[in-house]
């Protein structure tokens, strides 16, 4: 079976009229890291709360792992882990407790083993007989995870996994789920964090106002749409591009002091030394130059802004 998610013409509208998600089509392949970027409201979470049967689908069609997950919603369910957003977990429990609970909900029988092999992946194995409310957030957050681990998913949802997790936890935790990948599990994580996706990923979907805009292979999304800046720093500062370089795509910054030539990555000619030669017969001196490429946040941005798709997403400090 090549995809362990698919999802079909998926639509929600919740009671109050609002329609969260616009007829989204997505497979996910068995054995990725797919991650699902969008801004505050795209239908993220409602997408993620259908697959795991917490929200009603208003129409369309979702199976994980050959399972419907409306009319075979058990063994749908069985096959999922979820690592919500919110930290509610129980505070006088012991991290071993209530992770072998985790377990029990999903009828399987109890496998200290696994409880042991999760904590332990997790660095939480010393942190066994503490009780929750002991715990850092970093902690409290890798509890979450175990217990969305403890019944053995195939599929593993992280909705913001390292939202409010300092640099240091946010790598632990891209080792461990790397490691989980390597151990067989799917994983599906939305982020507001462009750079948790730029280093996680395989694919890239993303979702703007319910709709599924571009769902792509990350390295393809960054070549097809990435850009590539060479600026050049001006010996003396230009107050407009020349006459004779209209049509090139130039831009003048910083003051005039700097220009700024924009090209395709996936172009053959990219058009340079022809422009260094036009600029040497203009006369145009320039002290020192350097390139850039846009990243997956500026493509993001683009995206979303594209067709009038305005969002509002946040820009985090990484
Ligand atoms: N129970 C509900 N009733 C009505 N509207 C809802 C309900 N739940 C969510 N919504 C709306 O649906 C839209 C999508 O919400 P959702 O939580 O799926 O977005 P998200 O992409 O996960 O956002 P965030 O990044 O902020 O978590 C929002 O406008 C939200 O207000």
Redesign the pocket.
Known sequence: MPHIISIEKLS?V???G????RSVDLSIQRGEIFA?L????????????IVCGI?RPSSGRVMADGHDIVRDYRAARAKIGLVP?ELSTDAFETVWSTVSFSRGLFGKPPSPAHIEKVLRDLSLWDKKDSKIMTLSGGMKRRVLIAKALSHEPQILFL??PTAGVDVELRQGMWEMVRKLRENGVTIIL?T?YIEEAEKMADRIGV?SK?QLIVVEDKAVLMRKLGKKQLTLQLRAPLQAVPEALAGLPLELTDGGHALVYTFDTQQEETGIGELLKRLAALGIDFKDLHSSESSLEDIFVSLVHAGDRVGNMPKEAA
């Not at 609002?18 to 998600?21: H, K, R, T």
């Not at 969008?38 to 709360?49: D, Q, S, Y």
């Open positions: 929600k919740y009671a109050s609002f329609e969260a998600l699902l969008g801004p505050n409201g795209a239908g993220k979470t409602t997408l993620i709360n929200v957003q909705d913001e939305t507001h979702i319910g």
